[in-house]
């Protein structure tokens, strides 16, 4: 909302210099255009000039100090070449200015640095003819004043912006918030439409952050419609094939008992590919339930120390056979709520991922410690492998179902792009957040921050 706050005060006070500037500029063009107020000038001019030179003509200099004033406006009579005849204006260089009024009937003014010259010709009771000034204290204004706002200005203008800002903010700010929560995964976030306008039940006045309010409502639940199609989709397909798969299962332990040697390796054959379609159904439903799950139901206190402990048996079985070693080093035996058989899950993904594209004879590492970030704190648990990393461009994206950073390496190591980002739906439905970045010295770092009970 500052952001608006200083755009708004700019714009306004943008207009308000371009205002100032037209209005100086026509003014005084109206000043000399305009009959009515030409004519009261010419008439006051004439009216002193005649009460001035009346007395200078009958009692001299004397009589006409009184409409000179030390401070303020002062006349001064003078004659046709520009010469003052009683007092001292401070003032040198009238005679332009006298001769320019010898040839006209207006008034004409000359400013300096710190006063004004209006200056007339006129014609005294006995018809001599004389030049009048009239010097006055209207200072020439700096050339930058005029761009600087008063106070009264900036009180203003201030209180518009901010209610303008204020205006402008509130629903751009539900529809930001609205935004990131559609990313973080809730899509049946709305946005309410609390500045419209109703009468009878008709709708008026709707402007264009009415409209983009409705609209993102409109896609927000388009979206929320497709991906809960794709979902039951997917579940009720994950469901589906489980029937085939085991009655593939059992005919395939049917054709073991009658089949000779040489077969025996096609049905070894059928029974990996058998296998690996069973792990892809079983991760294709766990995906499918950490989409549709908003909430973890009889969440405990989990240790994840104990969790690391837990899970570091299985997967370094499967290490042991490329020669790869798990290091953990636990800082701090940190406690959070939430599934531990989710929490297991999610831990033995990134594992299995790390140890998918480590080289064999080598480290994975597992550090567990505690942060202090502001009022909150944080148990983060980083899998760090020694693979050949992730483009940079990429390190979001990999986090997202199925999607394959090399195709090519990836039917190679195996997998199908779902044990991160089964990771990723846990540790956000524990209210955590993941990361994934490139170490410095080669491999990934993935990242689980959660909130500490």
Same mark, same amino acid.
């Given at each position: ?140 204004p700096n050339f930058f004043t005029w761009m600087f706002p008063g106070p009264t200005t900036v009180a203003v203008s201030c209180t518009i912006a901010l209610v303008? @800002?204020? =205006? &402008? !903010? +509130? ?8 935004? /990131? ?5 809730? $899509? ?25 309010t409705t609209d993102f409502n409109r896609m927000a639940e388009r979206i929320q419609g497709l991906v809960e199609a794709q979902n039951l989709l997917l579940r ?45 159904? @079983?991760? =294709? &439903? !766990? +995906? ?8 973890? /139901? ?5 240790? $994840? ?149």
């Amino acid at each position: 909302m500052k952001t608006n706050i200083v755009k708004i005060l700019l714009l306004y006070w943008t207009v308000m210099v371009g205002v100032d500037m037209v209005v100086d500029l026509v003014y005084p063009l109206q000043m000399r255009r305009s009959p009515p107020i030409r004519k009261a000038i010419n008439s006051a001019m004439a009216m002193l000039g005649e009460r001035l030179s009346e007395a200078y003509e009958t009692q001299g200099c004397d009589a006409t100090k009184p409409y000179s004033t030390p401070a303020g406006d002062s006349l001064y009579l003078a004659d046709t070449n520009g010469r003052i005849l009683c007092g001292d204006p401070g003032i040198s260089g009238l005679e332009p200015l006298a001769a320019d009024v010898r040839g006209t009937s207006r008034v004409l003014a000359h400013s300096y640095d710190k006063f004004q010259v209006v200056g007339t010709s006129m014609k005294s009771s006995s018809g001599r003819q004389y030049v009048l000034f009239l010097k006055n204290d209207v200072v020439r204004p700096n050339f930058f004043t005029w761009m600087f706002p008063g106070p009264t200005t900036v009180a203003v203008s201030c209180t518009i912006a901010l209610v303008f @800002a204020i =205006l &402008l !903010s +509130l629903p751009l700010r539900r529809l930001r918030q609205a935004t /990131r929560e559609m990313a973080s995964g809730r $899509l049946d976030v709305r946005v309410p439409n609390r500045h419209r306008l109703t009468v009878f039940g008709k709708r008026i006045l709707d402007d264009d952050l009415d409209r983009l309010t409705t609209d993102f409502n409109r896609m927000a639940e388009r979206i929320q419609g497709l991906v809960e199609a794709q979902n039951l989709l997917l579940r009720d397909v994950s469901h589906e094939l489980r029937s085939p798969l085991a009655r593939l299962n059992v005919t395939l332990a049917l054709s073991r008992r009658e089949a000779d040697s040489q077969m025996q390796i096609h049905l070894d054959r059928i029974e990996r590919e058998a296998n690996k379609l069973g792990d892809l159904i @079983a991760r =294709l &439903l !766990s +995906l499918s339930y950490m989409e549709t799950t908003r909430e973890i /139901r009889d969440a405990t206190a989990v240790s $994840l120390g104990d969790l690391v402990r837990n899970v570091l048996p299985n997967v370094q079985y499967e290490a042991s056979l490329r020669r790869c070693s798990i290091k953990t080093r636990l800082d701090r035996d940190c406690a959070i709520r939430g599934d531990i058989n989710l929490l297991e899950s999610a831990l033995e993904n990134i594992l299995r991922n790390a140890l998918r594209y480590t080289p064999e004879d080598g480290i994975i590492e597992v550090v567990l410690t505690q942060l202090e970030n502001g009022q909150r704190t944080l148990a983060e648990l980083r899998v760090c492998d020694r693979g050949p990393g992730v483009p940079e461009d990429e390190l979001e994206a990999i986090l997202r179902p199925f999607y394959q950073v090399d195709r090519a390496r990836q039917n190679k190591a195996g997998g199908y792009g779902l044990g991160l980002a089964i990771a990723s739906r846990v540790v956000r439905l524990h209210g955590g957040n993941i990361v994934a970045a490139n170490r410095n010295n080669g491999g990934l770092a993935v990242r689980m921050l959660f909130p500490v009970a």
